[in-house]
């Protein structure tokens, strides 16, 4: 038993130095393209305050959306934003040019070296810039969320961070199990567009689904827990049996994840050069 | 000596889905697809023992590429077995990845738009290589492939033969035992070729690394391999010494001709042996010894406008192994 939790301690500390070591490898590369740094934050921003003044014109009109009042949504919508650029600051990337390794046969370097490829993957591709814009104006949407929040505590916020973690777990096990399927077909463009989506609907509150949509989007497409259980947290909303179901799909869907993705990389035909 | 790799009865067949050509073929292949079976490799076994270094020869798409890539787990074989260094390849643990290293003519393993050193301080994290091995290995491959100048160039401004030295560097940094090399010498001019075989064979020699290449050329094997492996269409035609290879199928030279005006076919039999004649080309095949005098010969005698030397290929060699 110590023995274990000594090399479940050494993993997780080499990982975090080789993430280290391979995140200032990617600025090294992103520096030589610049210019793309600015255009992709000034877009991000754009597309974020659309969302926002989508939510004001349909407060305009009623004062809750299935029990979310304005501010509410704000941080809800804020979330989205951090949870992507905590995605692309870790695995998002490395899916989306997974395909590309497939198709030239370059994913045999990930499946040699001594670190396991799906982390290989992910820290070769890690990306701050991709995202950067959204996590900005979600932290600023986050905070003035806060700020008109009347019942709200300072414990709300640790929470909230856990709870977030617990959202990019979700999210990552959901993109192995399709991603694995690039095993089979090779092609992935379609298959990242349906991450897209997941992540795109996981704006709208979990609550507005009922009966069989609530099951389907909260164990099979858990869309209705990515943002929706972090921001039910942070505004005092969740409750303890919620925050738990999220803590399972967090972790069945991580696990899972990585066993399929494990199973698939088997199937891997590689490129003949 | 102790064996290093030894591989008993691997088979691997691909499957792939049959696709007609056009659109409607695509519509047709979202519905029903034949699917095809390809067995690169139909049971193959060798060994081999440590230190040594053998050549893998055969023409494209024989097999070469799927063994190297099952030895270092890139896939699953369909069956059969192997070991390395006391390892099942593709089980992938890594403390056989940390010993080891594969280089692929055709597949760059460094990051493109960084400099070689960049891609080789992070496999020095990769594989854990302390400080002080690093820099003596380093130094010790910085001397043998004559990188210092190219060390601080992006990897995408070099040319073909400097990025080989450095992905070679870069697979050896760690001291790998056992090498494996897929066309090391693909696509790059006779000169870098001739250079990258000497620091392989130079490499072996002083490492005493297990090293495992393959080619289509005949020259890569014949210049660096005691032993050669040749393989075709998946089965193993060949396991011996380069030597009695080359004294009894590489003895001869091919000599391609242009000439003005046409010739009598008694009239050049003489210089060789005609292997194809095509109005004014002629293709003509002589031992390997008397090349010098033959080509001087044709140059005197024969309306010549055009003449090269080339090897006899590693297909005329196969075809030579089945027929006898």
């Given amino acids: 038993m110590k023995q274990l939790a000594y090399n479940i301690f050494r993993k997780i500390k080499r990982y975090l130095h080789l993430y280290r070591v391979f995140l200032s490898q990617n600025l090294k590369e992103d520096m030589i393209y610049r210019s793309n740094f600015i255009t992709l934050a000034v877009m991000d921003i754009g597309f974020v305050s659309v969302s926002v003044i989508l939510f004001k014109i349909i407060f305009t009109h009623v004062t809750s959306i299935a029990g979310w009042t304005f501010h509410q949504s704000i941080i809800l919508i804020g979330s989205v934003g951090i949870i992507r650029e905590m995605a692309y600051l870790t695995f998002r990337r490395g899916f989306l040019e997974l395909g590309n390794h497939i198709r030239k046969g370059t994913f045999d370097t990930f499946m040699v070296r001594p670190i396991a490829p799906n982390i290989h993957l992910a820290f070769r591709h890690i990306s701050i810039s991709e995202s950067f814009g959204e996590a900005i104006t979600g932290v600023v949407l986050v905070i003035y969320g806060i700020l008109h929040l009347n019942n709200w505590t300072w414990v709300s916020i640790p929470l909230y961070i856990i709870f977030l973690l617990n959202s990019l777990f979700v999210y990552y096990g959901f993109s192995l199990l399709i991603n694995s399927i690039v095993f089979w077909v090779i092609k992935t463009q379609e298959l990242n567009t349906i991450v897209y989506f997941f992540m795109e609907t996981s704006r709208y509150p979990g609550d507005i689904y009922r009966g069989v949509g609530k099951f389907i989007f909260t164990f099979i497409i858990p869309i209705g827990i990515i943002a929706t259980v972090p921001a039910s947290v942070l505004t005092g909303r969740t409750s303890w049996s919620s925050a738990l179901i999220a803590l399972f799909v967090g972790i069945s869907f991580l696990t899972t994840g990585i066993l399929v993705w494990r199973k698939s990389i088997e199937h891997y035909s590689s490129a003949s050069g | ?324």
């Fill in chain 2, 1 to 324: 000596m102790s064996t290093s790799i030894q591989v008993k009865n691997l088979s691997k067949t691909y499957e792939y889905f049959k696709k007609e050509a056009g659109l409607t073929g695509s519509l047709k292949s979202l519905f029903w697809r034949e699917k095809l079976y390809n067995e690169a490799l139909k049971g193959i076994s060798f060994k081999i023992d440590e230190g040594e270094l053998i050549g893998f020869l055969g023409p494209n798409g024989a097999g070469k590429t799927t063994t190297l890539k099952i030895l270092s787990g890139i896939l699953y074989p369909t069956s059969g077995e192997a070991v390395v260094l006391g390892y099942v390849p593709w089980k992938r643990s890594p403390e056989y990845q940390r010993q080891f290293s594969i280089v692929m003519g055709q597949k760059n393993q460094l990051w493109w738009d960084l400099p070689a050193q960049e891609s080789f301080q992070l496999n020095k994290e990769i594989y854990e290589i302390d400080t002080k091995t690093y820099r003596n290995n380093l130094d010790e491959l910085i001397e043998l492939f004559e990188i210092k100048d190219i060390l601080d160039i992006p990897v995408r401004k070099l040319s073909m033969g400097q990025r080989m030295k450095c992905e070679l560097s870069a697979a050896l940094l760690h001291s790998p035992r056992v090498l494996f090399l897929d066309e090391p010498t693909i696509g790059l001019d006779i000169i870098s070729q001739e250079k990258i075989r000497h620091y392989i064979s130079e490499y072996n020699k002083i490492k005493k690394t297990t090293v495992l290449l393959t080619s289509h050329y005949m020259r890569d094997v014949e210049r660096l391999c005691g032993r050669v492996i040749v393989i075709n269409n998946g089965i193993i035609v060949y396991d011996g010494s380069v030597q009695d290879l080359m004294n009894t199928y590489g003895k001869h030279k091919i000599i391609r001709l242009r000439l003005s005006k046409e010739y009598t076919e008694n009239g050049l039999a003489k210089y060789g042996e005609i292997l194809e004649r095509d109005g004014l080309c002629v293709v003509l095949k002589t031992g390997k010894e008397d090349i010098a005098a033959s080509t001087a010969r044709i140059l005197n005698e024969l309306p010549v406008e055009d003449l090269s030397v080339e090897e006899i290929e590693i297909e005329e060699v196969i075809k030579k192994i089945f027929t006898g």
